[in-house]
């Protein structure tokens, strides 16, 4: 698949668990094509540099010729590959944060115009709290996971204000182009 050049070049921040058990047979090819289709539309994918679900979407990615961003809780590359066990290939680009998972979660979403959420645990949980708290359009891609069912309770029953910008798809295609929609309508300003 080739990337899409006609379009102003957006970074969206890929939400999703490292350890997939709980995910579902479905998990790894909805991970992969929603990686095509970033890269068919000219995003650069922003992912932590970790396993699982992240991994999938940069080896759609990576696999279709597009750019990938990873985001270390790592000081290093030796304490990122000896230490954490996390993988190196198919990240264009890794940032060795040295803050842990958790400020390697909030410089990814900050440096994202959008976020994509897949099947997800406790981290992917703390990426959508900063993604919600910071205002930015976020992609809810639904699957064989509880994900997408707990994170729309977690929103009607926080009463969250910014709604409209919480997608719900389980289209990676659809989901991307939708997501891509919102960015462009807050970049005019007519959200918030």
Same mark, same amino acid.
């Given at each position: 698949?080739?990337?899409?050049?006609?379009?102003?070049?957006?970074?969206? =921040?890929?939400?999703?668990?490292?350890?997939?058990? @709980?995910?579902?047979?479905?998990?790894?090819?909805?991970?992969? +094509? @929603?990686?095509?289709?970033?890269? =068919?539309?000219?995003?650069?994918?922003?992912?932590?540099?970790?396993?699982?679900?992240?991994?999938?979407?940069?080896?759609?990615?990576?696999?279709?010729?597009?750019?990938?961003?990873?985001?270390?809780?790592? =000081?290093?590359?030796?304490?990122?590959?000896?230490?954490?066990?996390?993988?190196?290939?198919?990240?264009?680009?890794?940032?060795?944060?040295?803050?842990?998972?958790?400020?390697?979660?909030?410089?990814?979403?900050?440096? =994202?115009?959008?976020?994509?959420?897949?099947?997800?645990?406790?981290?992917?949980?703390?990426? @959508?709290?900063?993604?919600?708290?910071?205002?930015?359009?976020?992609?809810?891609? +639904?699957?064989?996971?509880?994900?997408?069912?707990?994170?729309? +309770?977690?929103?009607?029953?926080?009463?969250?204000?910014?709604?409209?910008?919480?997608?719900?798809?389980?289209?990676?295609?659809?989901?991307?182009?939708?997501?891509?929609?919102?960015?462009?309508?807050?970049?005019?300003?007519?959200?918030?």
């Amino acid at each position: 698949m080739e990337k899409n050049t006609q379009e102003h070049a957006y970074t969206i =921040a890929i939400s999703g668990a490292a350890d997939t058990s @709980l995910c579902g047979e479905d998990a790894m090819p909805l991970a992969m +094509q @929603l990686g095509q289709e970033l890269n =068919a539309h000219g995003v650069t994918a922003i992912l932590g540099a970790v396993t699982g679900f992240p991994l999938w979407v940069a080896k759609g990615v990576h696999d279709s010729g597009g750019t990938t961003i990873g985001f270390s809780p790592a =000081a290093g590359k030796r304490d990122h590959v000896e230490i954490h066990r996390l993988p190196t290939h198919f990240f264009n680009t890794i940032v060795y944060t040295g803050f842990g998972y958790a400020g390697s979660n909030l410089l990814m979403i900050r440096s =994202a115009e959008a976020v994509i959420i897949g099947c997800g645990r406790v981290g992917t949980i703390n990426e @959508l709290t900063i993604a919600l708290q910071e205002k930015k359009p976020i992609g809810i891609l +639904q699957g064989p996971w509880k994900t997408d069912e707990f994170i729309a +309770q977690l929103l009607d029953e926080t009463h969250y204000a910014h709604r409209e910008l919480v997608l719900f798809d389980d289209d990676p295609r659809r989901l991307v182009e939708r997501i891509l929609k919102k960015v462009r309508e807050q970049e005019k300003g007519s959200l918030l």
